[in-house]
């Protein structure tokens, strides 16, 4: 089993920037892909971003693309977002997952998830 935790959420204005990392434990993480999700009170959980296994290829929704981007350090069985010029928009829980297959943007292919951290934007 792997286990996942989120961290590094807060309170940003509008134009800030945020760093979120995803701390794994159990199997080594270069096993698995890794995916940035979040969601919205009344909205489905929406895809981010998400990297290989390697670390060697990303995707980004349309919606965070040029101003997130994704990484991890395997060495340290970690996963980081960093977040620039951020918009009220991207307000919600931010979740990290992993799965066992390919990289993929479905969430429901997924394997495992954090339980999620908050980031907020607002003035």
């Known amino acids: 089993q792997v286990q996942l935790v989120e961290s590094g959420g807060g309170l940003v204005q509008p134009g800030g920037s945020l760093r979120l990392s995803c701390a794994a434990s159990g199997r080594t993480s270069s096993s698995y892909a890794m995916g940035w999700f979040r969601q919205t009170p009344g909205k489905e959980r929406e895809f981010v971003a998400c990297?290989?296994?390697?670390?060697?290829?990303?995707r980004y929704s349309d919606s965070v693309k040029g101003r997130f981007t994704i990484s991890r350090d395997n060495a340290k069985n970690q996963m980081y977002l960093q977040m620039i010029s951020l918009k009220p928009e991207d307000t919600a829980v931010y979740f990290c997952?992993?799965?066992?297959?390919?990289?993929?943007?479905?969430?429901?292919?997924?394997?495992?998830w954090g339980q999620g951290t908050q980031v907020t934007v607002s003035s």
């Open positions: 997952a992993g799965e066992r297959g390919v990289m993929t943007a479905v969430a429901s292919q997924y394997d495992y």
């Open positions: 990297i290989s296994r390697d670390g060697a290829l990303t």
